[in-house]
T-cell receptor, first 113, second 118 residues
Framework: AQSVTQLDSHVSVSEGTPVLLRCNYS??????LFWYVQHPNKGLQLLLK??????LVKGINGFEAEFKKSETSFHLTKPSAHMSDAAEYFCVVSDPGDYKLSFGAGTTVTVRA | NAGVTQTPKFQVLKTGQSMTLQCAQDMNHNSMYWYRQDPGMGLRLIYYSASEGTTDKGEVPNGYNVSRLNKREFSLRLESAAPSQTSVYFCASSEAGGWGTPSYNEQFFGPGTRLTVL
């Protein structure tokens, strides 16, 4: 069975500085990995996905993530934070052909002006 | 396209009351899902439907029932609501499950229903 650990429950950054959200996963197979974002009182929106193609994945709004099999990690980064990036972020793993997704507990990002 | 829609957006129930949460998708997706979201726990799968006519339990199915009414619609029913079911409920859909569909399971989420059980 797959599982996900998000290493930080809360990250606070200043506007214009880099953002790093850490995610480690566990899977017996070659998993698919996703990052979703949830703004306050909204549904979840897909930021990016890794599906066994390029290990560096670019997503929307300037985010990117790198799949590192040796470290079982899929960390999310953005070079320069914007106030609109304040939200909760979820790392998600799925085994091939599996209908179920496993969600991390989430990381709340605060952006200081 | 509206994507995934959910009704109602908010609901307050008394313990023991029943209600049905409705979900519909217009993306012709094969599979649909119901999750609950509680603080600090991410999303947990309640039930899912891999295709029209099939449903399966997820991680936390107790106290819930579901119906896949047709390919578009998937409803979640609370027969006798309890305070422990106070949560935000999300419906999602995915292409996964049909012939020739992707092996990865990218899911599209609705806006959620905020349920309080007193």
């Amino acid at each position: 069975a797959q599982s996900v650990t998000q290493l930080d429950s809360h990250v606070s950054v200043s506007e214009g500085t880099p953002v790093l959200l850490r995610c480690n996963y566990s899977s017996s197979y070659s998993p698919s990995l996703f990052w979703y974002v949830q703004h306050p009182n909204k549904g979840l929106q897909l930021l990016l996905k890794y599906t066994s193609a390029a290990t560096l994945v670019k997503g929307i709004n300037g985010f990117e993530a790198e799949f590192k099999k040796s470290e079982t990690s899929f960390h999310l980064t953005k070079p320069s934070a914007h106030m609109s990036d304040a939200a909760e972020y979820f790392c998600v793993v799925s085994d091939p052909g599996d209908y179920k997704l496993s969600f991390g507990a989430g990381t709340t990002v605060t952006v200081r002006a | 396209n509206a994507g995934v829609t959910q009704t109602p957006k908010f609901q307050v129930l008394k313990t023991g009351q029943s209600m049905t949460l409705q979900c519909a998708q217009d993306m012709n997706h094969n599979s649909m899902y119901w999750y609950r979201q509680d603080p600090g726990m991410g999303l947990r799968l309640i039930y899912y439907s891999a295709s029209e006519g099939t449903t399966d339990k997820g991680e936390v199915p107790n106290g819930y029932n579901v119906s896949r009414l047709n390919k578009r619609e998937f409803s979640l029913r609370l027969e006798s609501a309890a305070p422990s079911q106070t949560s935000v409920y999300f419906c999602a859909s995915s292409e996964a499950g049909g012939w020739g569909t992707p092996s990865y399971n990218e899911q599209f989420f609705g806006p959620g229903t905020r349920l309080t059980v007193l």
